[in-house]
């Protein structure tokens, strides 16, 4: 089972590597793929878990893209304001920072819940393999995007 999962995850990672550049709509399912498969392993989750598990982390998922859309559109808010300048008063910036840091603190907890609720699901080792692999993975990702950015912008 092992050596399966980690020759679909060899492959995946190889196709990632190759299409990366050509990644703009396609490339978040290939990337959520890879994460899920890096999971099982990592966690060690057999059939029945990994279902009940990733039913909660795609809703957890659905709820924090609507907290980034909110924050999304409160730096627009925030960014039209700074453009105004002078026009913009002191109240109005302290009302708007103080929604973003309303949002960002509700986002927080949505996280520790959703952690909270694994509990039943998960052991406590697991679900500090998940926060470290989740930072780790997210980083990885960064990296490799702004490589091949980089690597875009030389040609």
């Known amino acids: 089972m092992k050596q399966i999962l980690l020759l679909l995850m060899l492959s ?10 050509n990644r703009k709509m396609g490339g978040n399912d290939k990337i959520e793929q890879l994460e899920k498969l890096r999971l099982i392993e990592i966690l060690n989750l057999d059939e029945e878990t990994s279902i009940r598990f990733f039913t909660r982390h795609s809703e957890f998922k659905k709820v924090t893209e609507d907290y980034h859309t909110r924050l999304d559109n409160q730096i627009k808010v925030l960014d039209e304001l700074i453009k105004n300048g002078n026009q913009s008063s002191s109240a109005e910036y ?4 103080n929604e973003y840091w309303k949002t960002e603190s509700e986002l927080v907890n949505e996280r520790k819940k959703f952690y909270d609720s694994l509990s039943n699901l998960l052991t406590d080792e697991q679900i500090a393999k998940l926060i470290v692999f989740e930072r780790h993975f997210r980083d990885e990702i960064r ?13």
């Not at 995946?12 to 550049?21: E, G, S, W």
């Not at 990296?143 to 040609?155: F, S």
């Open 12 to 21: 995946l990672a190889v196709n990632f590597a190759a299409d990366a550049q």
């Open 94 to 97: 302290k009302k708007q920072i």
């Open 143 to 155: 990296h490799i995007l702004m490589k091949n950015r980089l690597n875009g912008k030389k040609h």
